[in-house]
């Protein structure tokens, strides 16, 4: 089935500095990729999401000058957080799914990025 | 407001006996639900979708939408079912068809 790898999976960085997550379909092309956060023993959140060549679609609440995204190619966005703060801290997951209009296609999650901010 | 509930927490059952998974939903057009399942330190991955009608690891779930409903259930729950479980709605009215997350049931099976 199709892959989705996220880099790095773990990330410690101190507060004020800004950290980029990878997202990268790896044998399929995903024209569309989403955000989620997961907080400690709650659910997925979704954050934002990714359209490759155009701006990405962000959720109320979620700042998009703090949480960058850049959809740069068919199989890879990254996510940037910017002048990290402790309450950033969470795990960062991405999915993506082959096709962009297609409804019916399934959702391919990556791993995961923990982040801990200091 | 759609929206994806899973009342319990946690549920434990030991080895052999059957299992129940609640979920319900509240959604305003034609819903498409998913049941997800993590198992311990892997990543998320879909178990079972209701338009496929399907049966996977023997689990199965039946979309009830007089009761707004799609429980996961299997007859006899084995220890490697031990894992959390996501019910997800597919979310036609927002970003191209993301998915809404419930909160989770932690299943734990006991030899």
């Known amino acids: 089935g199709a892959v989705v790898s996220q880099h790095p999976s773990r990330v410690i960085c101190k507060s004020g500095t800004s950290v980029k997550i990878e997202c990268r379909s790896l044998d399929f092309q995903a024209t569309t990729m989403f955000w989620y956060r997961q907080f400690p023993k709650q659910s997925l959140m979704l954050m934002a999401t990714s359209n490759e060549g155009s701006k990405a679609t962000y959720e109320q609440g979620v700042e998009k000058d703090k949480f960058l995204i850049n959809h740069a190619s068919l199989t890879l966005s990254t996510l940037t957080v910017t002048s990290a703060h402790p309450e950033d801290s969470s795990f960062y997951i991405c999915s993506a799914g082959p096709r962009r209009t297609e409804f019916q296609e399934t959702q391919y999650f990556g791993p995961g990025t923990r982040l801990l901010v200091l | 407001a759609q929206r994806v509930t899973q009342p319990e927490k946690l549920l434990s059952v030991f080895k052999g006996a059957p299992v129940e998974l609640k979920c319900n939903y509240s959604y305003s057009g034609s819903p498409e639900l998913f049941w997800y399942v993590q198992y311990s330190r892997q990543r998320l991955q879909l178990l079972l979708r209701h338009i496929s009608r399907e049966s996977i690891k023997g689990f199965t779930a039946d979309l009830n939408k007089g009761e707004t409903s799609f429980h996961l259930k299997k007859p006899f729950a084995q220890e490697e079912d031990s894992a959390m479980y996501y019910c997800?709605?597919?979310?036609?009215?927002?970003?191209?068809?993301?998915?809404?997350f419930g909160k989770g049931t932690k299943l734990s099976v006991k030899p």
């Open positions: 997800a709605l597919r979310n036609y009215g927002g970003s191209q068809g993301n998915l809404i």
